[in-house]
């Protein structure tokens, strides 16, 4: 099967032409409609590019849904050629994006600026450098604008065979922050080798937010007093903003670094992975625990985005996995609520069993007994080894980013 990642890289703003790139995003929403507009002071080669090419992106995978609207932002595909350090060539020797491996860098060429021989250098990201090693390549690109910002999305495909399990398991479950990501390993005879919760620094986030919050009642005061345009105000305003910022962001960093050390974890033991991703009902009992609902949003921020980059980077590597519910406040044994005690310890009131928090999950995935190859991957859709397929897979999520849809 292939699997895909995605990486979102922002352009330099001073090198791009704002409504030079929306104007090609709005032909490009035309081109899907199978309209061909030929714009006279357009250059041909990215009228062809857009015209004479597009029935090869259409079946392609970001480019498989069609724009909501006539306006929709419709981000503008690529076709790349790839030069490597021996000097191999692949794909388009007409493409817009060049990858040249030997000077590390990436060459823009005619849609950032609509200058005859405009050329936008940029390096090469590592993680192309890293996806190329892995056995990827990159034959796509989009340009277009995220809030007015002009970005451009590579993705990565790899044809991946599915990895044979070793009987190993990893039960991976994802709650809100206060709870964290708890993961177990379960060997090959059904013994839980280890557990662990994956947790952000849940004081320096509960200081931060509290500190937005009391900074944010001040503003509130002032500009109640009529006061909002002095520099005390905007100096408040701008340090809420700031801490606000630095929560989210802290939060991003800390998912993409656990989702992949544990996607390492998997692949080393070539585990299979069961997921549990139940995050509402993470939502409920913040709720039941009158957790601010401010607060309660920071709890629950990047959840849905680990399990995405988790996911992703597993199809990436191969490495079998399936959804499954592995309770932690459900007995095991019995099925019965359990209460919690003190330190995090779960107790069912019915048959006496007890385990930290943490734990239960994985002994519900003791329970989840390994089925005769049922994981999603087994099921490959396209055979294995042709790297020429063009398969219209839709696909919602590729990664490191989202793949920018067209957003209405
Ligand atoms: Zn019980």
């Known amino acids: 099967m292939i699997a895909r990642r995605a990486i979102l890289i922002k352009l330099p703003k001073d090198k791009c032409d704002i409504n030079h790139i929306r104007r090609l995003m709005a032909l490009t929403n035309l081109a899907y409609r199978g309209f061909e507009v ?102 796509f690109a989009m340009i ?97 903003k700031a801490l606000r910022r630095k929560v989210y962001a802290y939060l991003r960093d800390f998912v993409q670094k656990r989702a992949h050390e544990l996607v390492m974890k998997a692949l080393r033991l070539r585990a299979e992975v069961l997921i549990d991703d139940v995050i509402e009902e993470s939502r409920r009992e913040l709720i039941e625990e009158k957790i601010p609902s401010g607060l309660r949003k920071i709890y629950l921020a990047e959840t849905r985005r680990f399990i995405k980059l988790f996911t992703t980077q597993l199809q990436w590597y191969g490495v079998p996995y399936e959804f499954k519910r592995l309770p932690s406040t459900v007995c095991p044994i019995c099925g019965h609520k359990l209460i919690q005690e003190r330190g995090r310890v779960m107790a069912c009131t019915n048959c006496g069993f007890k385990a930290p928090r943490d734990k239960v999950p994985i002994h519900w995935a003791l329970k989840a007994m390994p089925k005769a190859k049922v994981s999603p991957l087994d099921e490959s859709p396209m055979p294995l080894g042709s790297t020429t397929t063009h398969e219209p897979t839709p696909i919602t999520h590729v990664g490191e980013v989202e793949v920018p849809r067209h957003n209405t």
């Open 38 to 139: 030929w714009v006279p002071d357009l250059p041909k080669t990215i009228q062809n590019h857009l015209y004479g090419s597009f029935k090869n992106f259409k079946g392609s995978l970001v480019f498989s849904t069609k724009p909501k609207g006539w306006f929709a932002k419709t981000w503008v595909p690529l076709k790349t050629l790839r030069i490597y350090p021996g000097g191999l060539r692949k794909g388009s020797a007409t493409a817009l994006l060049i990858l040249d491996f030997r000077s590390g860098s990436i060459r823009i060429r005619q849609v950032c600026r609509n200058e005859p021989g405009f050329v936008v250098t940029i390096p090469m990201p590592r993680w192309v450098v890293e996806r190329v090693k892995e056995g990827g390549d990159i034959k």
């Open 144 to 240: 277009g604008l995220k809030n007015d910002e002009p970005y451009l999305a590579l993705t990565a495909e790899r044809v991946v065979e599915p990895h044979v399990p070793s009987g190993c398991r990893l039960a991976v479950d994802v709650n809100a922050w206060n709870n964290g990501v708890a993961y177990g390993i379960i060997n090959p005879n059904n013994r839980i080798a280890e557990y662990s919760p994956l947790r952000p620094n849940l004081r320096l986030i509960d200081t931060w937010y509290y500190r937005a919050e009391d900074l944010h009642k001040r503003l509130g005061k002032l500009r109640r007093l009529g006061l909002d345009s002095t520099p005390e105000a905007r100096r408040l305003a701008r340090e809420v």
